[in-house]
């Protein structure tokens, strides 16, 4: 029989949240269907635009496309949606106010809506109005923070955590930006490496259905 995850999340659901997350990534961002959402879910254009924006200076454009590039931005929302890197789990009781102002109604961080008032307050204003090198600036802080010496858990973990596994699972980030050799073969322990050498990718395991 099948035991009941927390929050309501059975495994069934989950792996069909799974799916549906695997068959959004790629997609354009104007392209996205707000139906995967429950109705008072729904991400704003404004939280879309801000979640690309940030995924693209964890990742830029090089040779190959930048994870907001490839829809990341998109798979993250969804990922938060549907419970990904433990995203719906309830806040602890003594959570700060800074983030149980942005609780969901099962009681679990809105993720995109925390990131947007951080940047924002960082920004003193408009994030999105600030010119790229001052983004990556404050979001570069925010990084430090949350794995400064210490911190155990922390929101911008979780959607770093979502962006690194939206691009490395999509077709240019699986595909381009990693190498794939399906049978490695003896171990080499000293392997010649130039600029032009990609990291190689033979396993992901990126997403725990325990």
Do not use: C
């Amino acid at each position: 029989m099948e035991q009941e995850q927390p929050q309501g999340w059975s495994r069934r659901r989950f792996l069909g949240g799974a799916a549906i997350l695997a068959a959004v990534v790629g997609v354009p961002l104007a392209a996205i269907r707000l139906d995967l959402f429950d109705k008072d879910e729904a991400p704003s254009e404004r939280q879309r635009e801000l979640m690309r924006t940030v995924s693209q200076i964890v990742i830029p454009k090089t040779e190959t496309p930048g994870a907001g590039d490839v829809g990341a931005g998109d798979f993250v929302l969804l990922g938060l949606a549907h419970g990904l890197e433990k995203s719906r789990t309830p806040l602890p009781e003594d959570a700060p106010e800074a983030l149980t102002r942005h609780a969901r109604k099962d009681g679990s961080l809105d993720q995109a809506a925390w990131l947007e008032a951080e940047l924002d307050a960082r920004a003193k204003g408009d994030f999105l109005k600030a010119a790229p090198e001052v983004q990556a600036k404050w979001l570069t802080a925010l990084d430090a923070e949350a794995y400064a010496e210490g911190v155990r858990e922390h929101p911008w973990r979780t959607v770093k955590a979502l962006i690194l596994t939206g691009y490395y699972t999509s077709e240019p980030g699986g595909s381009q930006e990693l190498q794939f050799n399906l049978v490695p073969g003896t171990y080499e322990p000293d392997v010649p490496m130039t600029p032009q050498t990609r990291a190689f990718s033979s396993d992901w395991t990126a997403v725990d259905f325990g």
